[in-house]
């Protein structure tokens, strides 16, 4: 595909999470089928490897720092209106994934969940709905996991952060309709460099058991769940505004 052709010829978007995993192929995947990129990421010598990489001719423009931080967004969407004038797109990727059963779990771990996974889905929400509202409209797309619904063992934490992005996806598309559409991807094991590194340490068969376990039989790869999220920042999702879809090889039906 041409550059300048696609779903997302001439739209705008910012990404975050997007030096590694599911981030990195949303990135990817706008970026070829026609979309400029602010790019977001907490290592900034990765992040503008990253951001080289995924140009297609459109253009990318890295801004690294702590998701967390409300200063981040504010940034992001700064960057994105100084460099391509406008913003359509926003895709909240970037997760913390603490693993520890709830007894064990320490101060630490629950506020950067909190902080990472809720307060930076949060945060950029504020700082670029007014501006895509302004701009007429646009598309906002959360980052949710199974684990917001499917009780687990190691993740009462992360899914917390989850569910209070789910909430908020539901609360932020009230809201900022009409021109602005909030939805959220719900996924469940993916093959990120992160998972697949487990895997190869894995002596337990832990990994192999969360695979027999889904219906589909495997884990979903980064580029299935980037496919879903661009389904929901396109035009073809237009009537869709306020929900949660579900990518997990069938691990939760709902």
Same mark, same amino acid.
């Given at each position: 595909?041409? +550059? /300048?052709? /696609? =779903?997302? *010829?001439?739209?705008?978007?910012?990404?975050?999470?997007?030096?590694?995993?599911?981030? $990195?192929?949303?990135?990817?995947?706008?970026?070829?089928? /026609?979309?400029?990129?602010?790019?977001?990421?907490? =290592?900034?010598t990765r992040l503008a490897d990253a951001a080289r990489a995924i140009d297609r001719g459109t253009g990318v423009e890295p801004v690294a720092g702590d998701?967390?931080?409300?200063?981040?967004?504010?940034?992001?969407?700064?960057?994105?209106?100084?460099?391509?004038?406008?913003?359509? &797109?926003?895709?909240?990727?970037?997760?913390?994934?603490?693993?520890?059963?709830?007894?064990? %779990? =320490?101060? $630490?771990?629950?506020?950067?969940?909190?902080? &990472?996974?809720?307060? /930076?889905?949060?945060?950029?929400?504020?700082?670029? &709905? #007014?501006?895509? $509202?302004?701009?007429?409209?646009?598309?906002?797309?959360?980052?949710?996991?199974?684990?917001?619904?499917? #009780?687990?063992?190691?993740?009462?934490?992360?899914?917390?952060?989850?569910?209070?992005?789910?909430?908020? %996806?539901? !609360?932020?598309?009230?809201?900022?309709? #009409?021109?602005?559409?909030?939805?959220?991807?719900? !996924?469940? #094991?993916?093959?990120?460099? %992160?998972?697949?590194?487990?895997?190869?340490?894995?002596?337990?068969?832990? %990994?192999?058991?969360?695979?027999?376990?889904?219906?589909?039989?495997?884990?979903?790869?980064?580029?299935? &769940?980037?496919?879903?999220?661009?389904?929901?920042?396109? =035009?073809?999702?237009?009537?869709?505004?306020?929900?949660?879809?579900?990518? +997990?090889?069938?691990?939760?039906? *709902?």
């Amino acid at each position: 595909m041409a +550059n /300048g052709e /696609g =779903d997302f *010829a001439g739209k705008v978007a910012i990404v975050t999470g997007a030096s590694r995993g599911i981030g $990195r192929a949303v990135a990817e995947l706008l970026a070829e089928r /026609g979309a400029a990129l602010v790019v977001v990421g907490q =290592d900034a010598t990765r992040l503008a490897d990253a951001a080289r990489a995924i140009d297609r001719g459109t253009g990318v423009e890295p801004v690294a720092g702590d998701v967390a931080a409300s200063d981040l967004a504010t940034r992001a969407v700064e960057a994105a209106m100084q460099r391509f004038g406008r913003l359509d &797109i926003v895709a909240n990727i970037a997760g913390a994934f603490p693993t520890a059963l709830l007894e064990h %779990t =320490d101060d $630490r771990q629950f506020a950067d969940s909190i902080a &990472i996974n809720l307060a /930076g889905t949060f945060n950029l929400c504020r700082a670029a &709905i #007014p501006v895509m $509202r302004a701009g007429g409209g646009g598309a906002i797309v959360n980052m949710s996991s199974m684990a917001a619904r499917f #009780p687990t063992p190691g993740l009462s934490v992360y899914g917390a952060s989850k569910a209070g992005v789910e909430a908020l %996806t539901r !609360a932020a598309a009230a809201e900022a309709a #009409p021109l602005v559409r909030v939805n959220a991807v719900s !996924a469940g #094991p993916t093959l990120t460099e %992160t998972v697949r590194a487990l895997m190869q340490v894995d002596t337990t068969g832990a %990994t192999a058991a969360v695979t027999s376990n889904l219906p589909l039989g495997r884990l979903a790869e980064p580029r299935e &769940i980037a496919e879903v999220v661009a389904f929901l920042a396109s =035009d073809r999702a237009g009537c869709v505004t306020g929900q949660v879809f579900h990518a +997990n090889c069938g691990g939760l039906m *709902a």
